[in-house]
Structure formats: structure tokens, C-alpha cells
């Protein structure tokens, strides 16, 4: 297995606030290059008060009795189908070589205009109204990065231009595979230091688009699969960026923690493998609980999973044929790009068969 290293992974941290085609190249660069970036957040789509209460939520239902967590459990009629309410301890593997990974989660998909928000236990369900709240600023952060995207791969106007992701992703045209995910990693009894490093969420990359990822200050464990082999951690506590600008929009934004972003599989497909999805995994020995939350953004379901239009992607041809390789084979499927495209569903439920060890 490859080892751990023990410098930070080297994240750049990039200010949306203000959407410049120079600040699109900056997120490109990310995407292409590391797979995850750190957005600054100023709190005017997500504010520290609104994730605080969403992490309030969290330890509240995961302290619930198992039996009360067990009416909405997952894949149940009763948790509103495929994918929605609550995941056991080790009732999933994200990593097939790890089965059972040793945490709790619960997921939540968004309402639709022909949908109501899913059944959901209590104290969930007496915050409901909270919790649509979250998850359409979660989606409209998600839609301002996937335009910086789509503005910096220089789609055509004729094909969408800087929207073609964006519109892809419109909750009001259909459903989608969209979750957001609250965890759980309980206490051990192991002591920090003590034997190998625990795993705790397997190996993976992300079966979405994008990914925004909530963390509480100071707990370690992510880490992220590097080009050579070896696993970095992910900043605990990422620095705020300096800035030459006074303005009080931009020492508001400095003052608040960064949310994390990482590139999906589907942003992989879709730029012939020049987005980067890359594989990360949650893994510490300390006996402390962990938190944390994860909103993963999914387009509509029949987006069809075929190379972004523009000369962007034309000029980077081939070149990520491994990436899309690797993609592919977790998907048991066969050929490279230009092989059977899929759809957005069809790209989950595979990934979920996988997962859950689920029946066609």
C-alpha cells in the first residue's frame, strides 16, 4: 500500500467573489492539476451559521438510537428510495479491498418541483425547512464554479458556451443524482500512534460532478492520492490567501474558513480525462470522533457523458486516456474515450452496485 507522507497536500486557495476569466484559468488549473481547490467563502452563499447548524443536526441524529436510525434506512421506501437515509456502521465500501468502512452517514437529496423533501427522522425532519435552505446554496456555490469552468474550456456560444455544465446541472429540468451527505466517525478505542493508520472511508474518487466538502476545525484524516503514489494530507487548517484589496467584501471573505472542492468522475469523462478526479480517503488511528459533511453535486440524469465541445478540449486530445482509462475499469467497462458514453444514471448506478453491493 503506498505510504503516507506528512506534508500538506499543496491546495490552492482561489476567491470567486469576483468571476474573471482570470479567476476561471486559476479553478482550471486546480481541476487539472491537483483535483481539488479550496474556495474562499464570504459567506454570502454559505455563511458560518448555516453550516454550524447543519453540523449542529448531524451530531444530533447520529447520537439517535440505532433502532429510531434504522426506520429510515437506506435504499428504503421508507427513506425515500435509492441512495437517501441513513448508512449503518459499516454498511458501505468505497474501497472493495476494505469492505466495511467504520463510520455512519446519512443522505439527503434535494427536492425537486414534483418531489418534496424525503421522508426524514427526527430532529432532521423538524429543520426540513433549514435543510432545503443548505442544500440551494450548496448548488447555487456549485453552479458558480461549474460556469468558471465552462468559461475557462471556452465552449462555444453556439454549443452553451460558459453555461453548458450549469445547465447540465438545472434541478428545475429533471432529476439528478445529487446528495448531501452527513458523517460520522465514532471514538475507538486505539490511541494516536498506536499500530497502522485506521482506515475509515476507503479509497475512492467522487461519482459526481463536484464536490464541496465541510470539515470542523482542526480534525485530521483526509488524505489524497498523489501522481507518485503516495497519499498527502489535506490541510487541516489552510491559511488565508493575501490580497492587495482593502475592500471590507474582501477582508470578510479572508475571515471565514475556506470550503474544500474536488473534481468528480463525471467532470473526468467529460474533458477527456483533463479534469482530474482524484482518489482520496479518510484514515486516522486517534480514538477522537470525527465530523464531517460532503454535498456532491450530480447533473440531470440522462446528461450524457461525452467530451465538452471548443477547442480547449480538441487541443488536449489523448493525452488523459489513462485518467479515463482508470475511470472506465472501476465501472467494469471497456475501451477508452470514444467507447460506449453513458449517462449520468447509469454512471451512479454502477458506482452504487459497487458500493453497497447492490442487485440489478
Not at 467563502?41 to 449542529?56: A, C, R
Not at 446528495?179 to 474518487?205: D, K, N, W
Not at 468522475?265 to 482530474?276: A, H, P, Q, R
Not at 482508470?326 to 449520468?344: C, F, I, K
Request: aromatic fraction near 6%; proline fraction near 8%; include cysteine.
Amino acid at each position: 500500500m503506498p505510504h503516507s507522507e506528512t506534508k500538506d497536500a499543496d491546495i490552492p486557495i482561489i476567491s470567486i467573489s469576483h468571476p474573471t476569466l482570470e479567476v476561471a484559468q486559476q479553478v482550471l488549473s486546480a481541476a487539472s492539476t491537483h483535483g481539488f481547490l479550496f474556495i474562499c467563502n464570504d459567506g454570502s452563499i454559505l455563511p458560518t451559521s448555516s453550516i454550524n447548524k447543519m453540523f449542529d443536526l448531524s451530531a444530533r441524529v447520529f447520537s439517535q438510537p440505532t433502532i429510531q436510525k434504522a426506520t429510515h434506512a437506506i435504499h428504503t421506501p421508507e427513506a425515500g428510495g435509492l441512495n437517501c437515509g441513513w448508512v449503518r456502521m459499516s454498511g458501505e465500501s468505497l474501497d472493495p479491498s476494505h469492505p466495511g468502512d467504520p463510520k455512519e452517514a446519512f443522505n439527503i437529496a434535494p427536492p425537486t418541483s414534483s418531489s418534496p423533501l424525503q421522508p426524514l427522522p427526527s430532529p432532521l425532519s423538524s429543520s426540513a425547512t433549514e435543510i432545503c435552505d443548505f442544500l440551494g446554496s450548496c448548488h447555487d456555490l456549485c453552479t458558480r464554479i461549474l460556469t468558471l469552468l465552462g468559461a475557462a474550456l471556452r465552449i462555444p456560444e453556439e454549443e452553451g458556451g460558459e453555461s453548458w455544465f450549469a445547465d447540465r446541472h438545472d434541478e428545475s429540468k429533471g432529476p439528478s443524482g445529487t446528495i448531501f451527505r452527513m458523517l460520522y466517525y465514532p471514538a475507538t478505542t486505539a490511541q494516536r500512534g498506536e499500530g497502522e493508520q485506521r482506515i475509515r472511508a476507503g479509497a475512492h474518487s467522487d461519482y459526481g460532478s463536484i464536490t464541496l466538502l465541510f470539515r470542523l476545525p482542526g480534525q485530521p484524516g483526509l488524505e489524497i492520492l498523489k501522481p507518485d503514489g503516495t497519499w498527502a494530507p489535506v490541510p487541516v487548517n489552510p491559511p488565508s490567501p493575501t490580497s492587495n484589496s482593502s475592500s471590507d467584501d474582501d477582508a470578510k471573505e479572508m475571515g471565514s474558513p475556506p470550503i474544500l472542492v474536488n473534481i468528480g468522475d463525471l467532470l473526468c469523462f467529460w474533458t477527456n480525462g483533463m479534469l482530474k478526479s482524484t482518489v482520496h480517503r479518510v484514515t486516522f488511528s486517534g480514538g477522537e470522533e470525527r465530523y464531517s459533511m460532503a454535498y456532491f453535486c450530480h447533473p440531470l440524469d440522462g446528461a450524457r457523458l461525452e467530451a465538452v465541445p471548443g477547442a480547449v478540449i480538441q487541443a488536449y486530445g489523448d493525452k488523459g486516456r489513462e485518467e479515463v482509462g482508470r475511470q472506465r475499469e472501476r465501472l467494469g467497462l471497456g475501451g477508452g474515450a470514444g467507447s460506449e458514453v453513458l449517462t449520468a444514471k447509469e454512471h451512479l448506478d454502477r458506482r452504487l452496485k459497487v458500493t453497497y453491493g447492490l442487485k440489478d
